[in-house]
């Protein structure tokens, strides 16, 4: 499928009237995620992530994403956007999104960096985070350099590889005693599951309302 995904588009498609970004979401989230919600006792900490999107010149519009190094506590060796928990020191869930951008892949001049909009916040159960998704573009391809602490490695997805249901499988995992069917993007051969892909289920679908794709 060939299709040219611009800058407008995900303009538009951020501020689509009447979008249910908790559907899209869980539309690529593991079977039963939808049912299970935050514990009232235990309110979720708050984290923020930059979904971060930029040219290419041989792929046009990319989004950055990463593997976790196998030694982090948390989600290790998982696929995910650059973020992480918010510091009493921030001032916003955008300064926390790229404050962790720069600390994880070296993107430190704000300057270079413009903020579009947020999709909707997931919740994460085993974590108990609320992860908010900033959306931010560059004008050209950003210089990286992935912390050894925290990215094994860098990928870069394609938009219109996003919008093109090839990228979608469905492989199956064991969580406890019970195995599950769960959705993931094929990106780079690395499988995206969970909140990544639901994060990145949001801003597909929202794409395909703009783009007018099935």
């Not at 984290?47 to 046009?60: E, F, N, Q, R």
């Not at 892949?105 to 947020?118: K, M, N, Q, T, Y």
């Not at 602490?149 to 492989?171: G, I, Q, R, S, Y």
């Amino acid at each position: 499928m060939s299709v040219r995904v611009t800058i407008e588009h995900i303009q538009q498609a951020l501020y689509l009237p009447h979008f249910d970004g908790f559907k899209a979401q869980m539309g690529m989230s593991p079977e039963g995620r939808e049912r299970m919600l935050p514990k009232t006792d235990k309110p979720p900490r708050q984290s923020a992530v930059l979904v971060l999107i930029y040219p290419k010149y041989d792929t046009g519009l990319n989004i950055l994403l990463t593997k976790r190094t196998a030694t982090l506590r948390g989600h290790s060796g998982q696929v995910s956007f650059p973020g992480g928990r918010v510091d009493e020191t921030d001032d916003s869930l955008e300064h926390t999104a790229l404050r962790e951008t720069c600390e994880e892949v070296g993107i430190c001049e704000e300057a270079d960096i413009h903020i579009l909009g947020r999709l909707s916040k997931i919740w994460i159960p085993p974590s108990n985070f609320d992860v908010h998704p900033i959306v931010a573009t560059m004008r050209s391809t950003p210089h990286l350099i992935p912390s050894p602490h925290e990215v094994a490695d860098v990928l870069h997805l394609p938009l219109n590889a996003l919008v093109d249901d090839k990228t979608k499988k469905m492989t199956q995992m064991k969580f406890g005693n019970k195995t599950f069917d769960v959705p993931y993007y094929e990106v780079q051969e690395q499988i995206v599951w969970g909140a990544t892909a639901g994060m990145l289920s949001e801003l597909e679908l929202r794409l395909k309302q703009v783009i007018h794709l099935p």
